[in-house]
């Protein structure tokens, strides 16, 4: 009898001591490749927001370092800005919405999406009271402040519309975030369109004084990683391995969410009640779905129906996009019907 309990306790040991080694080779695996050759360098154009979670994650935790890449940071302030960096060759990979590849799309550019790194809501419409301005009818004639050949212009219009209305009913202004606040806080303009941790400087340089619209209604946006075609061709093995830095990221924001919290409320400064408020709108992992074709196929819809663009055909939006790349990395998280 002792003889059989000996034995059993030897092979309960065995499982575990196997169980362990699984989930530490497992561990190992998603924390360091063993990267060997040569470190090479990728510049990355930056929107500045909290939708690249990942990637501040990946570089606080030197998950990049770890897959031999230096990696660079270049901030812009808009979609359109970070946008002309990448055509113009001043960084290698950029992070904007998918509006911005809708436009790219119409113009043929050569640019392809290699990921998606979150989906979120947080786009709203801030009015000034004090400008006659109680309901969305109310808008009608006012000036609204917004970034120009963004996600944002997109969200306004597609909101206006689901309420009646549409942008001819309004007079737009190209209002960039450096500007979001004190252009309606001055009177420049009578709305504008803004991330939602903008909400509270406007409501404090208006106090008592502002109506709030979500302006997503239920739409989720898209924060896309892409670059141009070729240097994509040509650099396979680089993306492979800034997006595998990108899948750590997000392992260990789900093995880490009060860590990856502080992360993000360290690098924007983000009063914890605002963290706490605005981390149940993003989903930050790595994907490529139809979701997402889907919401271009719309959005370009808008776009003709509003003539903003010359042609009248939907592109193609799968030509758009480089999947191999995260089909190798993470093949679970590529869904798309070609």
Not at 182 to 190: C, E, F, R
């Amino acid at each position: 009898m002792a003889m059989r309990k000996r034995r059993n306790l030897i092979v309960v040991l065995a499982a575990m001591i196997l169980i362990v080694a699984i989930v530490l080779s497992l561990f190992l695996y998603l924390n360091s490749t063993g990267y060997t050759g040569k470190v090479e360098t990728i510049t990355f154009g930056d929107l500045g927001v909290d939708s690249s979670e990942l990637i501040y994650v990946a570089q606080n935790q030197h998950f990049f370092q770890q897959n031999g890449i230096n990696f660079v940071i270049k901030t812009f302030e808009t979609s359109t800005e970070v946008d002309n960096a990448l055509l113009a060759n001043q960084v290698n990979l950029a992070t904007s919405g998918e509006y911005t590849m809708v436009t790219n799309a119409f113009a043929n550019d050569n640019v392809s999406v290699i990921a998606n790194m979150d989906k979120y809501q947080g786009v709203y419409l801030v009015a000034n009271k004090g400008r006659g301005i109680e309901s969305v009818t109310d808008l009608v004639g006012k000036k609204i402040g917004v970034v120009f050949q963004s996600l944002k212009e997109y969200y306004l219009g597609s909101f206006l519309d689901a309420n009646g209305l549409s942008i001819s009913n309004v007079t737009l202004v190209n209002v960039e975030p450096s500007q979001w606040v004190s252009s309606v806080a001055n009177g420049t303009v009578d709305a504008v369109v803004v991330s939602q941790n903008y909400i509270s400087q406007i409501q404090a340089a208006l106090p008592n004084d502002t109506v709030v619209w979500q302006a997503q209604g239920g739409q989720l946006a898209y924060a896309l990683i892409y670059g141009q075609t070729n240097w994509i061709a040509l650099n396979s093995d680089l993306v492979n391995r800034f997006l595998k830095s990108l899948l750590q990221a997000q392992n260990y924001v789900i093995q880490n969410p009060a860590n990856a919290k502080a992360i993000l409320q360290t690098h924007f400064n983000y009063a914890t009640a605002f963290l706490a408020q605005d981390w149940p709108n993003h989903q930050f992992s790595l994907s490529l779905d139809d979701s997402l074709i889907l919401a271009m196929e719309e959005e370009a819809r808008w776009a003709i129906s509003n003539n903003l663009v010359s042609s009248t055909t939907v592109p193609n939006f799968l030509n758009y996009i480089y999947a191999n790349g995260l089909e190798s990395v993470n093949p679970g998280s590529v869904d798309l019907i070609s």
